[in-house]
């Protein structure tokens, strides 16, 4: 509202406030006072009065108690001093005359009453002498001898005329008989009482009579006179100023009068003005319901639009509080919408990177239309985290800007290029098996034929040797020792035939390792399933590790008991399996004193085959354990590990029926199980063919 129009309230508030102040001051509210005050006067006169009265009844002697006397100058202190407190201004400028002519009838009235005390006590003094004076006169006189009798009736005799008029001759007189009395000798102890009583009631009755002219003589009345006279001054005087205001009064009533016939008039004009506008407002608020509607129509396609969407859309303000939410959003993150509205954005993002934050930031701040996909990761209301990719733009309404995020969901393309990936990652590993292989069968052709060179000749060379020995024996014999390669014959008998035997043996091994490399790294035929031992696949495993074994460590040792029955699958798949784990276990360990054994078992039920490698390696942490099997999970990432071995092999596993399960406790060691499971008919290793 504007200053214009609080001008005429503030004009009609200070006429009231005005002519409010003006009825108070013509009140006169001092008429009452005056009344009131005027009879405390009186009242006063009235108990000075009194007081006069009862003091003179007192001197004449004529007053029982001065009960009386003390209950009329209390009552008269009393009324003086309201009548004081009453005149106090309360500005000290406003009743200075009253105030004072109050405050010097307090002041005689206190003082009358202090001479009233003195008096009441000097005359209650004299009255005692008074009366011992006259019972004990009596007494004297009436045992007195008729001289004496003559002298006591002269001395009562004057002592009652200076009662009557103390005056100082009586007085002198009196005190010359009271001399000559005491001057008679010897005196009785009556005489010396009436004698002090008599010196005494002279000496009193003058100060009695003085204090009772003074206490007459206090201008008690005068000050009543003179309160009174200024209390009809200054209740005059006000009661013109009252005057005056009830003038003032009347003229400013007027003036507010005039002012709201103004003010009438005003409104009169102002109100056929607002009519018009009335009217006009009335034709623009039946367009504005008419647009509103339409907006609330368009509002409504475009929630069902958003709520139809597979995406969540949501809506947030500058501060990052949500203000929008549709039923994509609550099925996706698990939150109703009353129970997310005015909560952060950002609790529904799991750990956002710098990069996005600074894009949202960035989208807030240049007021962008749309801004180019970005990938985050969410969480659900359980907490669970999902991948997921939104699109921001920002929009205003008045002068309220917003952001609007568009979600969606990624987590099945995710798992897709996840698949993908790995499958990608098994072709590049089947590719490189297969140049292996290729490698591998090439390399075991150049070595066998060397190597069939050397048996063919290693039998030959024994057979030589078989047919020279008896040459040699019978030379020997008949010559005595003689050398052969520069040793003497006598070792070299012996040790020729070994060293022929192990060359042969050196060779044969070379053409196994080679047969067994070369089974290795031929291609799995899995239409073609065969059965076969256990134990045989871990003897080929280890022969083909030998070389690895002895250089990690110096404790192995295998348990492979006999009668195990057979397993039907695919050897060398199973090969490969094993391969990995031993070389997993013997990478493990932290220096040669530590072992590791190959072990296989029927299990407890019958039905299974298993073959445990355990080592005493670092060991693996327990929230590490179910993420062995994932690909591209490795603990030896450091050591160059891709993390597709264990995977590998658990594929391999499971296309066949068994199974991969660890245990581990850090710092003492893994023990990794492979469970393959028996086929419908079991054979024993006895009677099987390979």
């Known amino acids: ?109 206190q003082d009358s009453l202090v001479q009233i005390e003195y008096l009441k006590s000097d005359n209650a003094l004299l009255r005692n002498s008074v009366m011992s004076f006259d019972e004990i006169g009596k007494t004297l006189r009436a045992a007195a001898k008729p001289g004496d009798t003559a002298k006591l009736g002269n001395l009562w005799r004057l002592m009652f005329s200076f009662m009557d008029s103390p005056k100082p001759e009586l007085a002198a007189e009196i005190q010359l008989e009271l001399d000559r009395l005491a001057g008679l000798m010897p005196l009785s102890d009556d005489y010396r009482v009436l004698i002090n009583h008599g010196r005494l009631i002279i000496e009193l009755s003058p100060q009695v009579d003085r204090l009772l002219r003074q206490i007459i003589d206090q201008p008690i009345a005068s000050r009543i006179d003179a309160l009174q006279h200024a209390l009809r001054q200054y209740s005059d ?32 004009a102002n109100t056929l003005d607002l009519r018009r506008a009335h ?13 509103e509607s339409w907006l609330r129509e368009s509002e409504a396609r475009l929630r069902a639009i958003t709520d139809s969407a597979h995406e969540a859309i949501i809506s947030a303000d500058l ?36 990069a996005f934050l600074e894009q949202i930031s ?20 359980d ?5 997921v990719e939104l699109s921001l733009s920002s929009w205003t309404r008045g002068t309220a800007r917003y952001l609007t995020a568009i979600i969606r969901d990624i987590s099945t393309r995710k798992h897709l290029e996840e698949v993908a990936r790995q499958q990608e990652l098994q072709l590049i590993q089947a590719n490189k098996m297969t140049a292996l292989g290729t490698l591998v069968s090439g390399v075991a052709h150049e070595i066998n034929n060397p190597n069939q060179l050397i048996l063919l000749n290693s039998g030959l060379l024994a057979d030589i040797w078989s047919d020279a020995l008896e040459i040699l024996e019978d030379h020997y014999h008949a010559a005595g020792e003689f050398s052969l390669g520069g040793l003497p014959y006598t070792e070299m008998r012996h040790s020729a035939a070994v060293l022929i035997h192990d060359v042969n043996d050196g060779a044969k091994r070379i053409e196994r390792i080679v047969a067994e490399l070369k089974n290795y790294a031929r291609p799995p035929n899995t239409d073609a399933l065969v059965s076969f031992a ?47 784990l031993l070389i997993n276990a013997l990478e493990a360990l932290p220096d040669p004193q ?46 160059g590990g891709t993390g597709l071995g264990l995977a590998i092999s658990a594929s391999l596993l499971h296309a066949q029926g068994g199974r991969l399960s660890f245990s581990s406790e850090p710092g003492q060691g893994t023990c990794a199980r492979v469970i393959f499971p028996l086929n419908q008919s079991p054979a024993t290793e006895a009677n099987h063919a390979m």
């Open 319 to 354: 501060q990052g509080n949500i203000v929008s939410w549709n039923q994509g959003a609550q099925l996706m993150f698990g939150y109703k919408a009353d129970r997310i509205l005015g909560q952060p954005f950002q609790q529904l993002l799991a750990k956002p990177s710098p």
């Open 383 to 387: 907490r669970s985290g999902f991948p």
């Open 1 to 109: 509202m504007t200053a214009i129009s609080w001008r005429p309230r503030l004009i009609v508030v200070a006429l009231l406030l005005a002519l409010t102040y003006l009825w108070i001051q013509s009140a006169s509210p001092e008429l009452e006072r005056r009344n009131r005050l005027q009879s405390t006067l009186r009242v006063i006169e009235l108990r000075n009065a009194e007081l006069m009265r009862d003091i003179l009844l007192a001197r004449a002697g004529l007053l029982a108690n001065y009960d009386a006397l003390t209950k009329a100058g209390q009552e008269l202190l009393r009324l003086s001093q309201s009548l004081q407190a009453e005149l106090k201004p309360a500005d000290a400028d406003a009743e200075p005359v009253l105030g004072n002519l109050a405050d010097k009838l307090t002041a005689t009235v």
């Open 594 to 639: 530590k072992s590791v054994s190959v072990v296989t078992q029927l299990l407890d039920d019958g039905r299974q085959v298993c073959v445990e490698v355990r080592d005493q390696g670092v060991g693996i942490a327990a929230e590490h354990i179910q993420q062995l099997c994932d690909p591209f999970f490795t603990t030896k990432q450091a050591n």
């Open 534 to 580: 256990i134990n045989d696949v871990v003897e080929r495993t280890v022969r083909l590790l030998k070389h690895l074994i002895d250089r990690k460590t110096l404790y192995f040792k295998t348990d492979l008991p006999a009668g195990l029955p057979l397993l039907r699958g695919n050897p060398q798949q199973l090969e490969q399996v094993l391969v990995n």
């Open 362 to 381: 960035e989208d807030q701040a240049t007021n962008r239309a749309n801004s180019p996909m970005l990938e985050s990761r969410a969480l659900r209301q």
């Open 279 to 291: 009217a006009h407002l009335q034709q623009e608020t039946s367009e504005r319901l008419q647009a």
């Open 237 to 268: 005087a006000v009661e013109k100023q009252a005057q005056l205001y009830r003038l003032s009064l009347y003229l400013v009533a007027v003036v507010l009068l005039g002012y709201l016939l103004y003010q009438f008039a005003l409104l009169r």
